[in-house]
């Protein structure tokens, strides 16, 4: 999430890399309620008064249009924390439909860490940086 708020914030930066970020964290709250109360709340300052609205400002998902770099998104197919269907795949969508430069590689069976695919994603990442150093 801080390397999509950093982007949302014009970072100077030529592209970027995310693995089993969240990208929309009013849907992890609906799959799980704990995350708000025992996170969010905890981790977002006046969380209790705006809450909602803070969630949706952290929320990549939607502000993509605001991404303005190539993004690497590597997401674990069997990740619970970031459920890849609300999160990396639905992202993914809108980056489509606003034309943006990403490219998304989703490890099947594999967890938050793609612990299983370390390796080939650690190698895609690098591949990754050095296509679009200046």
Same mark, same amino acid.
């Given at each position: 999430?801080?390397?999509?708020?950093?982007?949302?914030?014009?970072?100077?930066?030529?592209?970027?890399?995310?693995?089993?970020?969240?990208?929309?964290?009013?849907?992890?709250?609906?799959?799980?309620?704990?995350?708000?109360?025992?996170?969010?709340?905890?981790? *977002?300052?006046?969380? @209790?008064?705006? =809450?909602?609205? /803070?969630? !949706? $400002?952290?929320?990549?998902?939607?502000?993509? %249009?605001?991404?303005?770099?190539?993004?690497?998104?590597?997401?674990?197919?069997?990740?619970?924390?970031?459920?890849?269907?609300?999160?990396?795949?639905?992202?993914?969508?809108?980056?489509?439909?606003?034309?943006?430069?990403?490219?998304?590689? *989703?490890?099947?069976? @594999?967890?938050? =860490?793609?612990? /299983?695919? !370390? $390796?080939?994603?650690?190698?895609?990442?690098? %591949?990754?940086?050095?296509?679009?150093?200046?």
């Amino acid at each position: 999430m801080e390397t999509y708020l950093a982007l949302k914030n014009n970072i100077p930066v030529n592209a970027a890399a995310v693995g089993g970020g969240l990208t929309d964290l009013l849907a992890v709250g609906k799959k799980r309620p704990g995350m708000i109360s025992n996170v969010f709340k905890e981790l *977002i300052p006046d969380f @209790d008064r705006r =809450g909602e609205d /803070l969630m !949706r $400002e952290r929320s990549a998902v939607y502000w993509a %249009e605001r991404i303005n770099v190539p993004l690497l998104i590597m997401q674990g197919g069997a990740d619970w924390r970031s459920d890849v269907s609300s999160q990396a795949l639905a992202f993914a969508q809108k980056l489509q439909e606003l034309n943006k430069s990403y490219e998304l590689i *989703i490890y099947a069976n @594999d967890d938050h =860490g793609v612990s /299983l695919n !370390r $390796e080939d994603a650690d190698k895609r990442i690098i %591949e990754w940086f050095r296509r679009y150093m200046k």
